[in-house]
């Protein structure tokens, strides 16, 4: 069954500090992959999304991510987090071959960033 | 802004009472969607919709109901409440490439629903 792996639960991190939160999946075909983020309170919008060309993405805020697609992995990064990134983050990938073509999401990370 | 709203925002009721929760969209999309939100167990997809009448089980469907009779129009319905259901509600509607959904979803503010 396909899966979306976020490793990291719960991130603490200071201001100025590098980020990057994992994010792995399993599905055999092409995918199309997808950061979202939550802050405080509010509802999901898209930060980044990969569909095709360039391996790097990047997205609002200061984000990118990078597929790996041998590794099946689209880890998010930031090379120094605000106090404002203190968010939800989740990972979502959707298969685009066959009968599953679900959009699939991970269980989040929680950033805290603490000034 | 996607054009999507919700209704109603917050609501307390009773266990065993029907409750509707409304999504709205502005923007003719065809592909809606119902989530709830909890700790622990992220996004959870309750049912979706691909069209007028066209309506499909997500992965948590049991207890809920959904009727989509205007394109613009996505209704959520809890037949009779359990305090399991206590929740956030959030719809979502999906931009579309070669008449299926991409995944790049838009989503409504939330309605936060407590069943007591």
């Known amino acids: 069954a396909q899966s979306v792996s976020q490793h990291n639960h719960h991130v603490i991190l200071s201001e100025a500090a590098s980020l990057e939160l994992g994010c792995n999946y399993s599905?055999?075909?092409?995918?199309?992959l997808f950061w979202y983020v939550q802050y405080p309170g509010q509802h999901l919008q898209l930060l980044l999304k990969?569909?095709?060309?360039d391996p790097l993405v990047k997205g609002i805020k200061g984000f990118e991510a990078e597929f790996i697609k041998s590794k099946f992995s689209f880890n998010l990064r930031k090379p120094s987090v605000q106090w404002s990134d203190t968010a939800e983050y989740f990972c979502?990938?959707?298969?685009?071959?066959?009968?599953?073509?679900?959009?699939?999401w991970g269980l989040g990370t929680s950033l805290a960033v603490n000034p | 802004d996607a054009g999507i709203t919700q209704s109603p925002r917050h609501k307390v009721t009773e266990t065993g009472t029907p409750v509707t929760l409304r999504c709205h969209q502005t923007e003719n999309h065809r592909y809606m969607y119902w989530y709830r939100q909890d700790p622990g167990h992220g996004l959870r997809l309750i049912h979706y919709?691909?069209?007028?009448?066209?309506?499909d089980k997500g992965e948590v469907s049991d207890g809920y109901s959904v009727s989509r009779s205007k394109t613009e129009d996505f209704l959520l319905t809890l037949e009779s409440a359990t305090s399991s259901q206590t929740s956030v509600y959030f719809c979502?509607?999906?931009?579309?490439?070669?008449?299926?959904?991409?995944?790049?979803?838009?989503f409504g503010e939330g309605s936060r629903l407590t069943v007591l």
């Open positions: 919709s691909y069209g007028v009448k066209d309506t």
């Open positions: 979502a509607i999906s931009e579309t490439e070669r008449g299926a959904g991409t995944g790049e979803l838009f």
């Open positions: 990969y569909f095709s060309g």
């Open positions: 979502a990938v959707k298969g685009l071959a066959g009968n599953n073509r679900k959009l699939i």
């Open positions: 599905y055999g075909g092409t995918v199309n």
